[in-house]
């Protein structure tokens, strides 16, 4: 569970953000030990909708937190105010969850809460990171700096998604035709060659007979086949919310040929430039390895980080605790984190080794459908065969006896 907390300490410096707890006693716990005592801790709900963002579900799209950030650094460096700013900003932005969010945070800020502790209190909308870096903005006076570092940080994001998605358009696009079309001829082509089998009285091959007998079902059941698509779907969903199914499917692909590379540039790209963001926002090393962990969407580059940044914590070197983990970090990232903590330019190291790996992801990308094209060739050839070879079979056997 998670909590909205405000702690303070000895010498009365005090601290907010979000962490998760079992309670709120675990927690209280927890600050204790880092030297805070807890003045208030709210428990955060869960967000109702699902957590890809789709506007028709509920959520915000990455394109309209970016327009938000995007507007917001022009009119912080015009000196308009937040709480005006966040009303005119409300005006233009097209998803309505996003408009009513600006239009309460305007009203937190007015009553008297920081911008940072506003946007921590819908943790469906601005992820940790965002927090993270305009905390600490508003601490060190360069809340117009960090939204430009942000600005820049999402932009990339969003670019780097882009071409993912843009690069599994093809193969999602023939592969879906293939199975109508297969859908198709089993509803209509395959009943009325199975009366000409019945009518001819032929013995039927096994693989004959099992067509035959899933197109009989199809013709007669057809109005299931939507239902269980929905079924499927949604059973595969289920099973990928799960830690275990999950942790399942995110090993899948860090294995499968073509796909393999591609993922695990992406999630380097994602963790250094994230990384970088942060660092040069100005956020503790530690934290910011945290932020990363809650950011990154592959389960094994989350527990990844998540040891990763144990390890800084209790002392030992980022370039080594890395090490550890060759297995899915590349040697180049280890060699230029230690160089950049050499040289004390960490940040602008890791930003350069961002855009290399974005680089790279977008040159496996524009070259994925060479990959994909001769496997889904090969899917597509061997359905075809043992339909074809099922089907014309029987055929052959009768033209034999006559």
């Known amino acids: 569970m998670k909590f909205y907390f405000e702690a303070k300490n000895l010498e009365g410096s005090s601290k907010t953000g979000i962490a998760e707890a079992e309670n709120k006693y675990e927690l209280a716990r927890t600050m204790k030990q880092e030297g805070y005592t807890i003045v208030r801790a709210d428990p ?21 937190k970016l327009m938000f950030i995007r507007n917001l650094r022009v009119m912080v460096a015009a000196g308009v105010s937040l709480p005006r700013s966040l009303s005119i900003l409300s005006e233009q932005i097209k998803s ?26 819908y943790p469906d909308v601005f992820s940790d990171l965002f927090v993270s870096m305009v905390k600490v903005g508003e601490e060190t006076g360069t809340l117009e700096d960090v939204l430009n570092v942000l600005s820049a940080h999402m932009e990339k994001d969003h670019q780097l998604r882009s071409r993912v998605k843009s690069a599994m358009i093809y193969p999602s696009v023939i592969l879906g035709a293939m199975i109508i ?11 009325k060659l199975a009366q000409v089998f019945s009518d ?41 919310k799960t830690k275990f199914g999950k942790a399942v499917f995110d090993a899948f692909l860090l294995v499968f040929p073509g796909i393999s590379g591609i993922v695990r540039k992406t999630n380097s790209a994602y963790t250094v430039r994230t990384l970088s963001s942060l ?17 990154v969407s592959n389960e094994y580059y989350k527990r990844a980080v998540i040891e990763i940044s144990e390890k800084v914590r209790k002392g030992e070197k980022l370039s080594e605790a890395i090490a550890v983990h060759k297995d899915i970090y590349p040697p180049l990232v280890i060699q230029m984190v230690e160089v950049g903590a050499e040289t004390g330019e960490t940040a602008e190291i890791l930003k350069k080794l961002a855009e290399f790996y974005e680089e790279e992801v977008s040159n496996a990308t524009k070259n994925l459908s ?8 090969l899917i597509i050839g061997a359905a075809v065969a043992f339909f074809a070879i099922s089907m014309i079979q029987p055929i052959y056997g009768m033209m034999e006896t006559l």
């Not at 969010?101 to 809460?113: E, F, P, S």
């Not at 079309?181 to 009943?191: E, K, N, T, W, Y």
């Not at 035959?212 to 079924?231: E, K, Q």
């Open 200 to 240: 001819l009285n032929t013995e039927l091959p096994a693989t004959t007979r099992f067509i035959i007998s899933t197109g009989n079902f199809m013709a007669s059941f057809w109005y299931l086949i939507p239902i269980f698509i929905i079924l499927l779907a949604a059973a595969f969903r289920t099973f990928i």
């Open 181 to 191: 079309i297969g859908i198709v001829m089993m509803i209509f082509v395959i009943p």
């Open 96 to 121: 309505k969850r996003m408009k009513r969010v600006m239009l309460q945070m305007k009203d937190h800020i007015v009553q008297g809460k920081s911008f940072s502790d506003s946007l921590a209190l």
């Open 279 to 295: 660092i040069s926002a100005g956020v503790p090393i530690v934290r910011s390895l945290e932020i990363v962990s809650s950011s």
């Open 44 to 64: 955060i709900k869960p967000p109702r909708s699902f957590n890809f963002s789709l506007p028709f579900l509920g959520g915000v799209p990455l394109v309209s």
């Open 370 to 377: 060479t990959i994909i094209e001769p496997i889904l060739m």
